[in-house]
Every structure is written in structure tokens, then in C-alpha cells.
């Protein structure tokens, strides 16, 4: 079979094997380790006088005393959580099961597509199980209780791949794991944040994209969650089911926290997963200094950017994290922020895998995709954020196809989101990606009704929200999730070497129609006629894949030595 590029699945799969092979010999002699892992379990202390009986008034709307699960409109689940922490993760559980259910099922149907045998399954759970054999030690006590009672309500029939509870911990790494493994450009987010003379009244706006993709299934059930905890500030957190880490939220003192992968080395063991480093800040800190402390002192196993806005200050920085080092970047001389995947401070300047980053990917594209966007749109409001996270050109306004991940819009968003932290205000969007209306919530005042509770209401602001993005109704949108599909299946035949009997020619005509200034659309098509011997055929493909704009070093390389290759097959 001719080795094609590889996409993410694939990519993932190989890495999987190639840390699975080193794992097995340490993980005969750790075994130990894995089991004092296995047995570790949070105070469960007074369990039994925690509420689990949910009402359930409809099939969008269920509550526990205040607690409340309800769907709005935009098929948006707004959740109410407050008590302490044991608490908060049983009626968590209790109201969000089935769509913590849907969120593992997706997880693990991504795995078992990845390692379909079940000896190869077996495996990877011990090796995940030896990889996270020390992430107890480097979690706090309050979110080990969270995930417990979170892990009460798991769906059983996973339990043969980890135990619920040890599911759940491993699942609030997945985010690190995945970027790891992938070298994540998978996530590749993109931030910004401007004050003073570069928003329409002089206050602090962040927007940013979460473009993390696990597959379509796990964005449909999105969750705005409202958490009051007995310590701690009450925040807000755009998430999914059973996740108590925060990739984007707000607190009730207007700090904002948002994360972005940096370029990371494959680790070989789990320590504190960085959304629960996030979650840790909005939960505790005020200001930049009380953040930049509790980043400080928590070990991570991933690089990561974690953009800290501040209501107190009119202000956001980036603290810059990695197994290794530490940074804290402030923009100098400058009333703007803009953050995608690499780092920024002078204590990284020398990194060698940031600067690869910066080289051979596509982060410093967007970040200059961004810088172009936010010096055009002056006199920012949450309207002008959306129109600039819903952006896909490329820099000038070139076409760069859909779903480029050169992007800023990559159409593959888990979310987008907007904060006014002065006002304690947020816009989230619905889906499809962050195309959807972007539906606005007043912190205080929704915390203000929960808190009366129990509330059966959406606690949405209809007045500010943004409508859905007009893209959406276009002949361009359908044709462009058309191509997904189409896409996927083709990509999958050839790289099983399967295309002869299943695949026609048109097909490939019929992908590039559906997205003809994509160069994937182009370099799969050669790619298939490659497999055919169609040396030609596939030569002039790979040419048109590179006159476009292509993703990153690594992409042009691989097309270069294809048409090369094609060319001696002549």
C-alpha cells in the first residue's frame, strides 16, 4: 500500500504505538505504581446525605432542589451547580447524565476506531492506566471529590477499558494527551483581547476560538455552566458532560481564562491537566498576580497558553506554561493581545520546539491573520468580535478553502466566545462551529435568579444576542459539509488502500467541486491516482494542491517529494 499523508486518526494511532511499545517494558516493571493509582480514592464522606433524585419536568429540563439542567432555544444546556465539592459532582452527574454519556461514547467510539482490536484495546488501557499512574498525586483534593461524584453516574460498560472514576480523571487529560500525541494543531485556538482606544468604550473584550475536534458528535451538546461553590468565586464555563476542567470562562470578579496548545514533546506520565489548572484560577484567583500564582505552583505535562483577562486591571496577559519552564507575557507598548499556538515570553525565546512551531506550522499565519483582522476593525464591540472569530480568509483576504486551518475560522470549532468582563457579560455560540448565534448571559444576574431558585427558565440575555452568522444558509455551507462527509470516506479508503473497487474518478472530481480552493481536495485526489499508477493524473493534482494555500511546511514538503516520486514513476 502506498503510504499517504497521514491524517490526524492516523497520526494518532502511529504515536500510540510508538509510546505503546516503550510503556509495555517500563510498565512490567511499575506495576505497583499502577495499582496504588487504581486504588487511590478522594474523602467520599457523607455521601450518602447528597440528593441524586433529579426531576425530570420534560426532556430539556431536570432539577435537584436549585440545581437545574435546562435547554434553550438555540439548543444550548444552561446548568446551575452549587455546595461543596462531593456535592457538586453527584447532582452534576445526576442531571447531566445522559449528556455526560453521549461526550464518553464519543470518546471511546474515537478510541475503539483508532485501536479497533480488542487485545490492542486491552493494551492501551494499561498503558493509559501506567501513563496516569502518578495524575492522582498532582490533583487537588476538591476536584478529586468533583470527579467522583461525577463518575457515579459513568456509563458501566466502560468499565473493562478503566474503572469510572479513573475514566473520568484520564478524560480531564484528554485535552493535554491528545495535544501531545498529535503535536495538537488539532487544537489549534485562536485568542485576542483589546481595552482603552481599541474597543468602542475604552473596556476589556476577549474572544477567542476553542478549536479543539474530537469528532461531530461530541460538539452537539454543548453546556454554559454556572457553578457556585461553597469556596471560592461563583463562575461561569462553557463546556460538555462531565467535565469539570475550564477551557473558556469568567468568574464573578471579571477574571477570564481562556487555554491555547503550545507545541509540546510526548510526555510519559500525566500530572495536572491544564484545564483543571484553569478551572483552579477562575475558581480562586482576582486579579493577574493571584493567576499567575496558582499557575505557578501546579506541575503540568503539557505546553500550554493561558490567557488571563482582568475587569480590576482593564487588562490580559498570557502565562506560559510547559513541563519545564514558565513565562508570563504582557504586551508591551500595545493595548491589544493576540494569542494562537506558540509562545510569546523572553523565557521562551530560545525554546526549539516553539520556534518549530512558529516555522512549520500555522500558528504565527493566524496570529498575523488576527493581527491584520483586529487593525481593521477598530473600535471593537462583542458584534465586531463575532464578525472576526467567524472569519475564514487568509492574510489579505486570500481564499484559502474551508476548513484550512490556516484559518482563524477553521469550520471544525468545539466554540467560539466573547467576554465583556467589566460588565461580567458573555456571548457563547451554538452551533454548527461558532457559526450559530452567539447567545449573550448577564453573570450576575443569572447567578442572581439561580440563586432564588429553583429557576425553570432560560437565564439567557435575548436582547444582546448575536444572530447566526449568514454563512450558514449558503449554497458555500451545504456544499462545504457535503465535502466533509465526502472527504472523510474517501480519505479513509485510500489510506486503507481499499479505492480500486469502491471508489470512481468522479468522486474525486465531485470533492474538489464541493471545495475547489482547498489543497487537501487536490493532494487526496493525488494521492489516489498515485495508488492507481496514473503518474500524470496524480502529478498534475499535487500541482494544484500546492498553487493553494497550503497548511503548514510539513504539507508542502510532503506534496514536493510526491510530485518528485511521480515524476520518476514516469
Not at 483534593?141 to 457515579?152: A, D, L, N, T, V
Not at 457553578?227 to 464555563?237: R, S
Not at 506541575?299 to 482593564?314: L, P
Amino acid at each position: 500500500m502506498i503510504k499517504i499523508v497521514c491524517s490526524y486518526s492516523c497520526l494518532l494511532t502511529s504515536n500510540i504505538i510508538r509510546v505503546g511499545a516503550i510503556l509495555f517494558i517500563i510498565l512490567l516493571q511499575f506495576s505497583c505504581g499502577i495499582n496504588k493509582s487504581m486504588q487511590s480514592r478522594p474523602d467520599i464522606s457523607g455521601l450518602e446525605k447528597v440528593d441524586t433524585l433529579r426531576t425530570k419536568h420534560n426532556d430539556s429540563l431536570y432539577s435537584i432542589g436549585k440545581n437545574t439542567l435546562l435547554k434553550n432555544k438555540y439548543g444550548i444546556w444552561e446548568l446551575y451547580i452549587e455546595g461543596g465539592a462531593l456535592e457538586r459532582g453527584i447532582i452534576n452527574g445526576s442531571l447531566t447524565r445522559e449528556l455526560m454519556h453521549k461526550q464518553e461514547m464519543a470518546f471511546m467510539t474515537k478510541i475503539e476506531s483508532l485501536v479497533p482490536s480488542g487485545g490492542y484495546q486491552n493494551f492501551l488501557s494499561k498503558m493509559i492506566g501506567w501513563f496516569n499512574r502518578k495524575i492522582y498525586l498532582y490533583i487537588p483534593e476538591e476536584y478529586k471529590q468533583e470527579i467522583y461524584g461525577i463518575s457515579r453516574f459513568a456509563l458501566p460498560k466502560h468499565n473493562s477499558f478503566a474503572p469510572a472514576y479513573l475514566r473520568m480523571l484520564y478524560l480531564h487529560g484528554a485535552h493535554d494527551i491528545g495535544h501531545a500525541l498529535q503535536d495538537l494543531m488539532l487544537v489549534g485556538c485562536t485568542s485576542f483581547a483589546a481595552w482603552d482606544t481599541n474597543t468602542d468604550d475604552g473596556k476589556l473584550l476577549l474572544g477567542r476560538n476553542f478549536d479543539f475536534y474530537a469528532g461531530d458528535e461530541f460538539a452537539e451538546e454543548k453546556i454554559i455552566a454556572f457553578i457556585n461553590p461553597d469556596e471560592g468565586h461563583k463562575f461561569m464555563m462553557y463546556t460538555w458532560g462531565g467535565m469539570i476542567g475550564v477551557v473558556s470562562g469568567m468568574n464573578e470578579r471579571g477574571l477570564t481564562v481562556t487555554i491555547n496548545a503550545a507545541k509540546s514533546k510526548i510526555p510519559l506520565i500525566a500530572k495536572t491537566p491544564i484545564s483543571l489548572v484553569a478551572r483552579e484560577i477562575l475558581q480562586y484567583a482576582e486579579n493577574t498576580e493571584e493567576a499567575i500564582a496558582i499557575a505557578r505552583k501546579r506541575e503540568v505535562f503539557v505546553s500550554e497558553s493561558i490567557m488571563i483577562g482582568s475587569a480590576a486591571e482593564n487588562k490580559a496577559i498570557l502565562i506560559e506554561v510547559s513541563p519545564n519552564n514558565f513565562g508570563v507575557y504582557e504586551v508591551p507598548n500595545s493595548e491589544q493581545l493576540i494569542c494562537s499556538n506558540h509562545f510569546q515570553s523572553e523565557e521562551f525565546q530560545d525554546d526549539k520546539r516553539n520556534s518549530e512551531a512558529i516555522l512549520e506550522s500555522h500558528t504565527q499565519y493566524r496570529y498575523d491573520r488576527m493581527k491584520e483582522l483586529l487593525a481593521t476593525n477598530t473600535s471593537l464591540n462583542p458584534e465586531k468580535a463575532a464578525a472576526i472569530l467567524r472569519n475564514k480568509d487568509g492574510l489579505l483576504g486570500a481564499d484559502l478553502g474551508f476548513g484550512n486551518e490556516k484559518a482563524i475560522n477553521q469550520l471544525l470549532a468545539h466554540h467560539g466566545i466573547i467576554f465583556k468582563p467589566e460588565e461580567r457579560k458573555v456571548w457563547v455560540s451554538a452551533n454548527p462551529y461558532q457559526l450559530g448565534a452567539f447567545v449573550a448571559y448577564d453573570l450576575d444576574a443569572a447567578f442572581n435568579i439561580f440563586e432564588k431558585g429553583p429557576n425553570l427558565k432560560s437565564v439567557m440575555n435575548a436582547s444582546e444576542t448575536i444572530s447566526a452568522d449568514e454563512f450558514i444558509y449558503s449554497d458555500e455551507f451545504r456544499d462545504y459539509e457535503e465535502f466533509r462527509i465526502l472527504y472523510r470516506k474517501l480519505y479513509q479508503l485510500v489510506a486503507d488502500g481499499k479505492p480500486v473497487k469502491t471508489v470512481k474518478t468522479e468522486d474525486f472530481d465531485k470533492l474538489i467541486q464541493l471545495n475547489p480552493n482547498y489543497w487537501k481536495a487536490y493532494a487526496l485526489a493525488g494521492d489516489y491516482y498515485f495508488q492507481q499508477k496514473k503518474y500524470k493524473k496524480a502529478i498534475i493534482n499535487f500541482k494544484q494542491a500546492k498553487k493553494r494555500e497550503v497548511t503548514t511546511l510539513t504539507d508542502l514538503n510532503y506534496l514536493e517529494k510526491m510530485i518528485a516520486k511521480s515524476i520518476r514513476k514516469l
